[in-house]
């Protein structure tokens, strides 16, 4: 089976993020490769060592993306597609999901999978609207996931617990963090991952006009929050716990 | 003037019913048409909620399949109604569910949606709340109508309005799609994390998932306290998700939040950050959480929150 794994790079979130010109700060610091991605790519190699077939990871970003893509061949998909365009900085949920999906129609699959949503920009709405557009189901939030004959089983998270849910392929899945244990990439796979073959693709290889490529959010302006008011700190000399309980007294919950 | 649509789940202890309370009480402060929709079992007997609430006309679909479907036969059945009705705007709850209908319906419409917004500005704009809530975004929509936007739990207080809604019925579309075939909940103990007035939350700090006990009996001490996590330590498996509190957890607002051993990541945060009082305690004195802190100590967690217990003991006589 083919199977396509979304894929983001993204500024590494142990350092705090920066704005630039209203967006978030891509170039100068550290990239990484979406943590949350890779229990995709995880999911996908498990599911072809089992099934047979291919994985192909695609990512919409800058030129530099290609690292989380390298990443992601390192740790042994197969090939890589990155839709790199000057035109798409700035892009919204909707025109991503337009990009990646006329890509992933280009490409050919059984199922695309990706994380339930960036760490960066937490929109979560990519793969929904992706399955839309591709004209098929969507299995979301899978905190396990499993393929029988032809039909995917997913426990997918709920407030209360989670839901059984069954759905024909091809599909579009999403996996939330801690569906597997994403491996680590070997020295072998990472000599292996720079001849593997990325397909570097532009808005015109798509298909999609400049309207559909073109973003409906556009940034008013950026300003600080609020700040609270400043609080107390104190170090713990003994007396810390006694600080707290006086505190819960104070705030009469005790 | 604008027709503002309010998406909503039936089910009233879910965030999906819970946040369109709240949505539809800011929308019908923005000077418009408010009306409500709401699929799934109860859709009719919520409407009277929703027009208590501020919706004049609630579109209610009441079939177990808007339900048992991921997004597709809602998505089907809202476009159905959008083409009919041509809202200018629709506000959803950020919960599962509406995420995967407003997503679906957006490639329909060819309409922006925006995620995560924490206010709404009119028609065609909201705001969202980045880096952990310490920068405030003021976003305009482009494009066609209607615009749809995602917006997080408790960013505005549910108030009656005292108004009754028209109902109108809605039939079930067909749709293909992924179907839940059978639903699990996982019972938890205590008052719920949402409707607690005292939190006492764990993180990687406190090294082991059997020290999560220090922090169950310090809340066994205080009434309507409920005890939450971070998402680390649920990834980790070291508590249920139930527990999990931020982005892809609960939005929690008590009287009093106490944070122990969490170092305070964006994720968390947002979930967090809008609690009447936080309490920090922590190893590291350069940990962000302390910025959000009105009590911060600094300090090893697991010899500080046994003796807490003590000194809470000790002040209830």
């Known amino acids: ?254 | 003037m604008a027709k503002i649509w309010v998406y909503g789940d039936p089910a009233q202890d879910s965030t999906g019913f819970k946040t369109a309370l709240e949505i539809l009480t800011k929308a019908r402060s923005l000077g418009g048409d408010v009306e409500a929709v709401v699929f799934g079992p109860g859709a009719t007997e919520a409407a009277k909620a929703f027009g208590e609430h501020g919706a004049t006309k609630v579109f209610a679909g009441d079939d177990a399949a808007f339900a048992d479907t991921i997004g597709t036969v809602a998505a089907t059945a809202l476009h159905q109604l959008v083409q009919e009705h041509q809202p200018n705007i629709i506000l959803f709850p950020m919960s599962y569910d509406a995420r995967d209908v407003a997503s679906r319906l957006s490639a329909k419409t060819g309409s922006t949606l925006m995620s995560n917004a924490t206010d709404v500005t009119g028609a065609d704009g909201a705001k969202t709340a980045i880096f952990g809530g310490a920068q405030i975004v003021d976003v305009k929509f482009e494009g066609p109508d209607p615009k749809l936007v995602l917006i997080r739990p408790k960013s505005f207080d549910a108030e009656p309005s005292g108004g009754s809604a028209e109902v109108v019925n809605v039939s079930v579309p067909a749709a293909e799609g992924a179907k839940v075939v059978e639903r699990h909940e996982q019972a938890a103990s205590g008052p719920k994390l949402e409707d607690a007035s005292v939190i006492v939350s764990g993180g990687r700090g406190l090294q082991d998932p059997s020290n999560f006990k220090l922090l169950e009996d310090l809340a066994a001490l205080i009434p309507g306290a409920a005890v939450g996590a971070t998402r680390a330590v649920v990834d980790a498996g070291w508590v249920p998700y139930a527990m999990q509190i931020g982005q892809t957890g609960k939005t929690v607002k008590p009287k009093v939040y106490i944070a122990v051993g969490i170092s305070g990541a964006t994720q968390h945060i947002v979930g967090m950050k809008s609690s009447d009082r936080i309490i920090a305690i922590n190893k590291d004195a350069e940990a962000p959480i302390f910025q959000l802190a009105d009590l911060g100590i600094v300090g090893d967690a697991l010899k500080v929150v046994p003796k807490l217990t003590e000194e809470v003991k000790a002040r209830k006589g």
């Open chain 1, 1 to 254: 089976m083919n199977v396509l794994v979304l894929v983001k790079q993204i500024p590494d979130p142990n350092n705090p993020y920066q704005l630039a010109n209203n967006r978030l700060k891509r170039d100068g610091g550290q990239n990484v490769l979406d943590p949350g991605d890779e229990f995709g790519v995880e999911a996908a190699l498990q599911l072809t060592e089992a099934n047979g077939g291919e994985v192909t990871v695609i990512s919409m970003g800058p030129e530099s993306a290609m690292e989380a893509i390298r990443r992601a061949l390192s740790m042994g998909a197969h090939k890589g597609v990155l839709i790199s365009d000057d035109s798409l900085q700035g892009a919204d949920a909707l025109v991503t999901a337009r990009v990646l999906a006329a890509a992933i129609k280009k490409t050919g699959f059984d199922l695309v999978i990706a994380g339930v949503e960036s760490t960066d920009g937490s929109t979560g709405t990519v793969p929904g609207t992706i399955a839309e557009l591709l004209g098929v189901p969507l299995a979301s939030f899978a905190k396990h996931l499993e393929i029988k004959d032809t039909t995917l089983h997913i426990q997918r998270q709920t407030e209360k617990g989670f839901d059984d849910v069954e759905s024909p392929l091809p599909a579009v899945l999403t996996v939330t963090a801690g569906v597997n244990e994403p491996r680590y990439p070997t020295f072998k796979g990472i000599m292996q991952a720079k001849s593997k073959p990325v397909e570097q693709l532009k808005v015109g290889d798509l298909g999609l006009s400049a309207e559909e490529a073109t973003s409906t959010q556009t940034v008013n302006e950026v300003t600080p929050a609020p700040a609270r008011g400043a609080g107390e700190k104190f170090e713990d000399d003994g007396t810390g716990a006694a600080k707290v309980a006086d505190f819960l007294k104070e705030a009469k919950v005790i």
